[in-house]
């Protein structure tokens, strides 16, 4: 039972532009949202997160927004340059988890020149 | 520099054959966790250690055992490997306090002939 899911396995964009990243989620308890992104050859590294108390938070070129009512959340990247070339997951947490996240299936970034 | 390290990265072993994969950390954190993650799928969590305690989600197979002798290190095996545990592991940790925000290594990539 996937309880986040991407349901774009792949996006391709242009240098400079932006960047929109799609997640949804079924379970109405989790409070806590991240998105990780992943380099070939090498472990997922954490990019932003967002609390459910938030509908928004930004760092840097990376903001992601929360909509809890439709139980989605997005990720902008501007603007998007080819270094963010990479494999974004979203994942999300119940409230004292520990950790225990739940993922979804990645999208697929590429920026082309 | 601090990080999380697994051995191996390639790990090719027969049906039925034991097996166990390692991940190692500098960062001195107190959770660590190991996730499989199958082609094109999301990782799954398949358990994690508080300190010492021993956390099994549900549906983890019993074929799959984890030991943490100290807190740099942590051990998955496979007793029994079939050609569904084929899958990309990784190992990750977080610190006390900051469970979401989570390190990950490279991966061992698990291959079942």
């Known amino acids: 039972d996937q309880q986040v899911k991407q349901n774009s396995p792949s996006l391709s964009v242009q240098e400079g532009r932006i960047s929109i990243l799609n997640c949804d989620y079924t379970n109405s308890m989790f409070d806590y949202f991240l998105w990780y992104k992943k380099y070939p050859a090498e472990g997922p590294t954490f990019l932003i997160s967002?609390?459910?108390?938030?509908d928004k938070n930004e760092d840097g070129r990376f903001t992601v927004f929360l909509n809890k009512s439709a139980k989605h959340l997005s990720l902008h990247i501007v603007p998007s340059q080819p270094g963010d070339s990479a494999v974004y997951f979203c994942a999300a947490s119940e409230p004292d988890s520990w950790g225990k996240l739940q993922f979804g299936a990645g999208t697929q970034v590429v920026v082309t020149p | 520099d601090a990080m999380v390290i697994q051995n191996p990265r390639y790990q090719v072993t027969q049906f039925g054959k034991p097996v166990t994969l390692s991940c190692s950390q500098t960062?001195?954190?107190?959770?660590m966790y190991w996730y499989q993650q199958k082609s094109s799928q999301a990782p799954k969590l398949l358990f994690h250690y508080y300190d010492k305690d021993f956390n099994n989600e549900a549906d983890t197979p019993d074929n799959f055992q984890s030991r943490r002798p100290n807190t740099s290190f942590c051990f998955l095996d496979i007793r029994s490997p079939g050609l569904g545990d084929a899958a990309m592991y990784l190992c990750a940790t977080s610190r006390r306090g900051s469970y979401n925000e989570q390190f990950f290594g490279p991966g061992t990539r698990l291959t079942v002939l």
């Open positions: 960062l001195n954190h107190n959770v």
């Open positions: 967002i609390s459910s108390i938030k």
